[in-house]
């Protein structure tokens, strides 16, 4: 009969149990040596047993601290071996930054690895505690932060859990010393070199532990969290109504006038949405936001502003959230053939049930040409010279990216037969015989039937 494993204390199974779900198997705990990650290894190794799984401990080795970040090492080499579990050591020395931030980089490689170890599946499981918590609020507070930016970390994000927020540090030691179990001290913790430890140290340090100033930031802490998730809530919900579509060169998004939304709600959007895709491994500072945000409510069509690696152009109903440029289209349509591509999709050919433009061309083409619109296009109008699709376009409030993407058909001399969806169906030609084969297109770049 195998020995009975002691259980997590009530606070942390408590936790455990409220944040991962029963069929999330793949653990990673990141273990400095310290006592907070140690107090979560033993915690974790706990409910992990109960439920029949075997977390993977990653410990990072930046080589900092010369000996001790070996000694660091041996430690938690000889936790893994007793308590029987996996372990993956990452050596990854931070080279100091130009003018940068050395803990920055050396936190940024931890992270690296322990997304490495997890997977695109698994949980990362880290130490921090409510002490950590008062210092994420108070820092945040001190730079002038967002009060949205000022809540400190949550419990569960995304694949990251921090069951220990709850949790006083002082009362992690005891438990650990009631245990018998030692830990290794961080002798750099004891100096105010960097931002953490200034705050931990001079700041906090002055507050009495347990007292007003504590409860105070806690209580801080708390609301301003409760005002991000329901300010994420909201922002989803506008992100909603925007009605997001993508388009070859990045997505498109309503701009009603009749929607009204507090400025605050439209830069969580903004936040959120650049997030999904990608646009910025950090977020930017408020006040970028803000001014994108300005713009989108009071800006002009036509309005370019930046926004991370991409920008924003504002037309008239929608912007246009622009990541790459358009690329070129040039194809040959004869009758009985179908295309498609990023573009939408047409034929010479009995259209479908639905299209969103129709044109019967002349009896007397045998092709015609199907590419981007280009500066100078003017519409072919018998002898005399038609309008420019730019000035269509412009009397319509298209923006630069709009007019990139707009196709025309031209005949074979390179005269602009028509523009789908730009084109009024008055100049969209008309049936000539029964047998004629019209040309459709679905999915038009700016259909005039929308």
Request: hydrophobic share 40%.
């Amino acid at each position: 009969m195998s020995p009975r494993r002691p259980a997590a204390d009530p606070p942390v199974a408590v936790a455990l149990r409220r944040l991962v779900a029963t069929h999330e198997r793949r653990w990673v705990l990141a273990v400095s040596g310290g006592a907070d990650s140690l107090f979560l290894l033993h915690q974790c190794a706990a409910e992990a047993a109960r439920r029949g799984i075997r977390p993977l401990l990653v410990h990072v080795n930046h080589g900092l601290r010369g000996d001790d970040s070996d000694r660091d090492e041996a430690f938690v080499r000889s936790q893994a071996r007793q308590l029987r579990l996996p372990l993956r050591v990452v050596c990854a020395r931070p080279e100091t930054p130009l003018g940068g931030n050395l803990h920055d980089m050396a936190r940024r490689l931890r992270r690296t690895a322990l997304e490495e170890a997890a997977g695109p599946t698994g949980l990362i499981f880290l130490g921090h505690h409510s002490g950590d918590q008062r210092e994420s609020v108070l820092a945040a507070l001190l730079k002038g932060k967002s009060p949205l930016a000022c809540g400190g970390m949550a419990e569960r994000q995304g694949r990251w859990i921090r069951p220990l927020l709850g949790l006083e540090g002082a009362w992690m030691r005891q438990r650990l010393a009631r245990a018998g179990l030692s830990w290794r001290e961080d002798s750099s913790n004891s100096r105010p070199w960097c931002e953490r430890n200034h705050l931990r140290l001079e700041l906090l340090a002055a507050l009495e532990a347990g007292g007003e100033g504590h409860r105070l930031l806690d209580r801080m802490g708390a609301l301003l969290r409760l005002l991000a998730f329901d300010s994420e809530i909201s922002s989803g919900k506008l992100l909603d109504q925007l009605d997001l579509q993508p388009n070859p060169c990045g997505v498109s998004l309503e701009r009603p006038r009749h929607l009204s939304y507090h400025e605050a709600t439209l830069v969580e959007a903004l936040r959120l949405l650049c997030r999904r895709l990608g646009l910025w491994s950090r977020d930017p500072s408020q006040r970028s936001l803000e001014r994108v945000a300005h713009h989108w409510l009071n800006g002009r069509p036509g309005t370019r502003v930046p926004l991370g690696r991409a920008w924003l152009e504002l037309g008239r109903t929608k912007a246009w959230l622009v990541l790459k440029e358009c690329t070129p289209v040039r194809l040959r349509l004869e009758p009985g053939m179908q295309l498609g591509g990023s573009w939408g999709s047409c034929g010479w050919s009995e259209p479908p049930s639905q299209v969103d433009w129709l044109w019967w061309p002349s009896a007397s083409l045998d092709a015609v040409i199907l590419r981007r619109w280009e500066a100078g296009d003017r519409l072919a109008r018998g002898r005399g010279r038609g309008p420019l699709l730019a000035d269509l376009m412009g009397d319509l409030g298209f923006t630069p990216t709009e007019k990139a993407l707009q196709v025309v058909l031209t005949n074979s001399v390179g005269e602009v037969l028509t523009s789908p969806g730009l084109v009024t169906p008055l100049d969209a030609g008309s049936r000539e015989t029964e047998r004629q084969l019209p040309i459709w297109m679905k999915s038009c770049p700016y259909p005039l039937t929308r």
